[in-house]
């Protein structure tokens, strides 16, 4: 299995624009994470998916952030417009059994300058 | 509500020596325990878990955990370093509810 795949690895953009972050999850895994890593806050949950569908957001900082999971095998993660201190390393994670595993992808860094 | 504390944001031993990083837990139910390691530029890979049963856990790459309720605690130990271990470690609880709470994070170095 090629494991969580996240995409852009790194991207930088200008604040104010859009950005979008990307994930295909391990086949047949039920759950979806978002987090975010920052050296101040460490890893922070922002939201968690299962079965595609979004269970706990508590997590999203604000209303620019929102995220969708389409399909069991695809989700995204939109910030709106963006801000520097949303740069941080965005990994997504996924799981499929009830002791909760989690398998990670390999993060994608934000930088808004 | 469940909190984790990692002793020590950086650790440093020599090669061969033995690797000990500190995990205190707080939950008010049986909790799910579990160490992931980071290394640079890449996602967080589980090392071992605690669910229920044997409270000795072992990894992979020769690392255990012992889970002793008594002291809420989760350490996790190797008896010879090698350089390879050198990364970042994250302890983390859970309910099983899939909220994780992971803690600071324990940089370890290890010196040749």
């Known amino acids: 299995d090629a494991g969580v795949i996240q995409s852009p690895r790194h991207e930088v953009t200008e604040?104010?624009?859009?950005?979008?972050?990307?994930?295909?999850?391990?086949s047949g895994h039920d759950y979806l994470f978002w987090y975010r890593q920052t050296m101040?806050?460490?890893?922070?949950?922002?939201?968690?998916?299962?079965?595609?569908?979004?269970?706990?957001d508590s997590g999203m900082p604000e209303d620019r952030f929102s995220?969708?999971?389409?399909?069991?095998?695809?989700?995204?993660?939109?910030?709106?417009?963006s801000e520097p201190r949303d740069s941080a390393v965005y990994f997504?994670?996924?799981s499929f059994d009830s002791t909760g595993e989690l398998f990670f992808g390999e993060g994608s860094r934000l930088t808004v300058l | 509500a469940q909190?984790?504390?990692?002793?020590?944001?950086h650790v440093s031993v020599s090669e061969g020596a033995l690797v000990l990083l500190r995990c205190n837990y707080s939950s008010?139910?049986?909790?799910?325990?579990?160490?992931y390691v980071q290394y640079p530029n890449q996602g967080l890979q589980l090392l071992l878990k605690y669910t229920t049963g044997?409270?000795?856990?072992?990894?992979?790459?020769?690392?255990?955990a012992e889970f002793k309720k008594s002291e809420t605690s989760f350490h996790l130990t190797k008896p010879s370093a090698h350089m390879s271990d050198a990364a970042e470690y994250f302890c983390a609880v859970s309910t099983g509810t899939y909220k994780y709470i992971f803690g600071?994070?324990?940089?370890?170095k290890v010196l040749a």
């Open chain 2, 3 to 9: 909190s984790v504390t990692q002793l020590g944001s």
């Open chain 1, 40 to 56: 101040m806050r460490g890893l922070e949950l922002l939201i968690y998916f299962n079965n595609n569908v979004p269970i706990d």
């Open chain 2, 54 to 64: 044997a409270t000795l856990v072992k990894g992979i790459n020769g690392f255990e």
């Open chain 2, 28 to 35: 008010s139910v049986p909790p799910y325990l579990f160490w």
């Open chain 1, 67 to 81: 995220a969708k999971m389409p399909n069991a095998s695809f989700s995204t993660l939109k910030i709106q417009p």
């Open chain 1, 15 to 26: 604040m104010g624009q859009e950005v979008t972050l990307r994930c295909k999850p391990i």
């Open chain 2, 104 to 108: 600071t994070g324990t940089r370890l």
């Open chain 1, 92 to 94: 997504c994670a996924s």
